[in-house]
C-alpha cells in the first residue's frame, strides 16, 4: 500500500456552510475514499497556510486522487496538494538501492590552489563516460 498525504484549503462557501451549522466532517471524507479503494489513516483541520491535513493509504494513487477531485468538484475545497510519504524504514531501502550507483558516479575530487581562490576539480563516470568538471572558487 502507498502512503499519500494531503493538504488543501476549504472554499468560503464551505467554510460559511459549516460556521452555520457545525459537524465533524471526517466520517463523509472518510466514507468516499474507502467507497474508492483508500483508507484514511488521520484527517486534521489545520490552521496556517492549508485548512486540512488528510493522510491515506491506497493500492494506487487513484483511490485517494478521485474522492479528492470529487470534493475539488463540488466547489468544497481548493489549492490541493497530494505527495507521497514513506515510512523512515521505506525511505532507507530506497537509499539503499542508491548506493551502488552513486558510488560509481563520483571517482577523483582534487583541490587546486589559484591565484585567487581554489579550483575543484571531479572526474566522475557520467552516462556518457568519463568526465571532468572544473569548479572554481
Same mark, same amino acid.
Given at each position: 500500500?502507498?502512503?499519500?498525504?494531503?493538504?488543501?484549503? /476549504?472554499?468560503?462557501?464551505?467554510? =460559511?456552510?459549516? $460556521?452555520?451549522?457545525? #459537524?465533524?466532517? #471526517?466520517?463523509?471524507?472518510? =466514507?468516499?475514499?474507502? %467507497?474508492?479503494?483508500? @483508507?484514511?489513516?488521520? /484527517? /486534521?483541520? !489545520?490552521?496556517?497556510?492549508?485548512?486540512?491535513? $488528510?493522510?491515506?493509504?491506497?493500492?494506487?494513487? #487513484?483511490?485517494?486522487?478521485?474522492?479528492?477531485?470529487?470534493?475539488?468538484?463540488?466547489?468544497?475545497?481548493?489549492?490541493?496538494? !497530494?505527495?507521497?510519504?514513506?515510512?523512515?524504514?521505506?525511505? @532507507?531501502?530506497?537509499?539503499?538501492?542508491?548506493?551502488?550507483?552513486?558510488?560509481?558516479? /563520483?571517482?577523483?575530487?582534487?583541490? %587546486? =590552489?589559484? @591565484?585567487?581562490? !581554489? &579550483?575543484? @576539480?571531479?572526474?566522475?563516470?557520467?552516462?556518457?563516460?568519463?568526465?571532468?568538471?572544473? $569548479?572554481? &572558487?
Amino acid at each position: 500500500m502507498i502512503r499519500l498525504v494531503t493538504r488543501g484549503r /476549504y472554499s468560503h462557501s464551505f467554510v =460559511k456552510a459549516l $460556521l452555520d451549522a457545525p #459537524e465533524d466532517r #471526517e466520517p463523509a471524507v472518510r =466514507k468516499l475514499i474507502e %467507497e474508492a479503494g483508500g @483508507k484514511v489513516i488521520s /484527517y /486534521y483541520m !489545520t490552521t496556517g497556510d492549508s485548512d486540512f491535513l $488528510l493522510i491515506s493509504e491506497a493500492n494506487e494513487s #487513484e483511490a485517494i486522487i478521485a474522492p479528492l477531485m470529487a470534493f475539488s468538484a463540488a466547489g468544497m475545497i481548493s489549492n490541493v496538494a !497530494t505527495v507521497r510519504a514513506w515510512t523512515a524504514a521505506e525511505f @532507507k531501502s530506497i537509499a539503499m538501492l542508491v548506493i551502488p550507483q552513486a558510488s560509481s558516479l /563520483y571517482v577523483m575530487r582534487s583541490n %587546486e =590552489k589559484i @591565484k585567487g581562490g !581554489t &579550483r575543484t @576539480k571531479v572526474i566522475r563516470n557520467g552516462p556518457l563516460g568519463r568526465e571532468d568538471c572544473l $569548479l572554481s &572558487r
